[in-house]
């Protein structure tokens, strides 16, 4: 696992990773990602060459590339236009870019905000 | 059915997972819809339905839904009908497509679990094998009492009939839009990334009253409503 320039820890696009996949920094995933993702608190973006195939729990998630699995963020999804999903969505906010590619459920739950 | 085969000419997927870029589209239409306005009177007053989207993902569809605390399914069977996995042949040879694997593959839902089911123009550009099974599944996911609106033209305007989207916009107003491109890409054994592109899906046949009406016959009941641009709107009640 690289550094990103930005920071942000990255799997780059020939890294392949199959288990559990958990951390307390954002993520940005470019690579291929089998199993399941755990980032409470904190935000995972699936770049254009990623490929993952698992459960996703995080505070918000940016899908350019394919993913399988369900998506269960606290904050935002969003799904860009080159996003492939296969999966159910769980979240408070999100945006579909046109061309967007989605396969499941979309479930907005809102939390009052004083 | 050359249809068939003819798709598969332009669709392709690989098994390895594909790279889609869904349809490109440019021409939007407006249309007034009586079923959706008849239709929408049951969201508008109802809380949590459970909604099925079987055109293209729409952000425009999936934002009108939650915003108002429905939950919405999207799922784009025509494209999953263009799934190379999907080709068998029947007892005369001709190439078919896989009823069976196609239903386990698509609509994999509870019994009764949606309140509404958008079909759209789905049965008119559905490989023909798939139209019945399809229309059996969607019955069972259907909860009783709930409502289904698919679209049918009324007479076949050839290679031209063009298969739209369709956004909502307004209790009884859809934004049609034209699919003009789709381009799909796979890699092959080398890495190389192969793209295929199509102008589209092609309506296969044109359904009467009657074709319609035996489509449904486990539905409670049917309601047509004919359009001025030789679309005929159809509501139907599990």
């Known amino acids: ?114 | 059915m050359s249809s068939v085969s003819q798709n598969f000419m332009k669709f392709f997927r690989g098994s390895s997972g594909p790279e889609v870029t869904p349809a490109q589209s440019s021409q939007k239409l407006t249309r007034r819809s009586s079923g959706l306005a008849e239709l929408s009177r049951s969201w508008e007053s109802a809380e949590g339905l459970c909604i099925l989207d079987l055109g293209s993902t729409s952000p425009t569809n999936i934002r009108h839904f939650t915003e108002r605390g429905h939950k919405i399914y999207s799922e784009d069977l025509l494209t999953a009908s263009t799934d190379p996995d999907l080709l068998t042949k029947d007892e005369q040879g001709n190439t078919v497509l896989d009823s069976r694997k196609f239903l386990t593959d698509n609509l994999v839902y509870p019994a009764a679990q949606f309140d509404v089911i958008f079909c759209w123009n789905l049965p008119d550009y559905l490989d023909e094998s798939l139209v019945k099974p399809v229309v059996g599944r969607l019955w069972s996911v259907l909860k009783p009492g709930g409502m289904l609106l698919a679209f049918f033209h009324t007479r076949d305007a050839g290679p031209d009939s063009p298969c739209h989207r369709f956004h909502i916009i307004g209790g009884d107003v859809l934004e049609m839009q034209k699919i003009e491109l789709r381009r799909e890409s796979r890699r092959g054994p080398t890495g190389a990334v192969h793209t295929a592109v199509s102008d589209g899906f092609q309506l296969q046949r044109v359904f009467n009253n009657r074709h319609i009406e035996n489509l449904f016959r486990d539905f409670a009941s049917i309601k047509f409503f004919l359009a001025r641009d030789s679309i005929r709107e159809v509501l139907v009640v599990r």
Do not use: C
Not at chain 1, 79 to 97: C, H, M, W, Y
């Open chain 1, 1 to 114: 696992m690289s550094t990103a320039p930005s920071g942000l820890a990255q799997i780059g696009k020939s890294v392949v990773i199959k288990g559990e996949l958990s951390g307390s920094e954002d993520l940005y995933v470019d690579g291929q990602v089998d199993g399941s993702i755990a980032l409470k608190g904190n935000s995972l973006t699936v770049g254009p060459n990623g490929q993952v195939k698992a459960s996703v729990d995080a505070k918000g998630v940016v899908v350019q590339g394919k993913l399988d699995g369900n998506i269960q963020a606290s904050d935002r999804v969003e799904l860009r236009k080159s996003a492939v999903v296969n999966g159910d969505i769980s979240t408070q906010r999100i945006s579909i870019e046109e061309g967007a590619f989605l396969k499941g459920k979309v479930d907005i739950h809102r939390t009052d905000t004083k």
